[in-house]
């Protein structure tokens, strides 16, 4: 039973475009959530985080929207750089764990 | 500062055999958990250690387990192997246990395991 769901597996946004990656979660009990990426043969390393009682953090091309009445989140990268190919997972933190969705593979090209 | 350490990368076993994998933390940090990353099923939580006491634990069946040693440095074991434990294996550590600093886990590069 996947808790965290990124229902799109992969995403191609053309250089300079915004790329917007989604993410659903079941529990309203989540009150945490980050966004990791992570290259080939690399450990995903941390993006950017957001509280629920926030509904959007920014962190300069980054930006983490979060609407808790849909239990969906979506990460905003503006402008796409080709350095953005990766995989994204988004997670949520319930009281003692980060719970994982499967991931959204983005390639920006040229 | 060195990240933090996954031995070995590649290994390959049969099923029926068992494996260690190992994980050496960043210096300071005292939490290591542990994650199983496949196709399509993302990032699984496998257990989490801190201070040589395991915290928590994923849904995982018994042949998986774990160990933290006074160094922080862990160990992951998996017993009877299976064809569907074909994995990358990562490891995270972190400063802290409280969850609000789990934006700061740092994950090693993973030990890819195959299972033939």
């Known amino acids: 039973d996947q808790q965290v769901k990124q229902n799109s597996p992969s995403l191609s946004v053309q250089e300079g475009r915004i790329s917007i990656l989604n993410c659903d979660y079941t529990?309203?009990?989540?009150?945490?959530f980050l966004w990791y990426k992570k290259y080939p043969a690399e450990g995903p390393t941390f993006l950017i985080s957001i509280s629920s009682i926030k509904d959007k953090n920014e962190d300069g091309r980054f930006t983490v929207f979060l609407n808790k009445s849909a239990k969906h989140l979506s990460l905003h990268i503006v402008p796409s750089q080709p350095g953005d190919s990766a995989v994204y997972f988004c997670a949520a933190s319930p009281t003692d764990k980060l719970i994982f969705g499967t991931g959204t593979r983005l390639q920006v090209f040229p | 500062k060195a990240g933090v350490t996954q031995t070995p990368r590649y290994l390959i076993k049969t099923r029926g055999q068992q494996v260690t994998l190992s994980c050496s933390p960043i210096?300071?940090?005292?939490?290591v958990s542990w994650y199983q990353q496949t196709p399509g099923q993302g990032l699984q939580f496998l257990f989490e250690?801190?201070?040589?006491?395991?915290?928590n634990k994923g849904n995982f069946p018994g042949r998986f387990s774990g160990r933290q040693f006074s160094n922080s440095r862990s160990e992951m074991n998996v017993s009877t192997l299976e064809l569907g434990d074909s994995a990358l294996y990562l490891c995270?550590?972190?400063?802290?246990?409280?969850?609000?600093?789990?934006?700061?886990?740092?994950f090693g590069e993973g030990s890819r395991l195959t299972v033939l």
């Open positions: 995270a550590s972190s400063r802290y246990l409280d969850r609000r600093n789990t934006g700061e886990l740092f």
């Open positions: 250690y801190f201070s040589e006491t395991q915290r």
């Open positions: 210096s300071g940090h005292r939490s």
């Open positions: 529990n309203s009990m989540f009150d945490y």
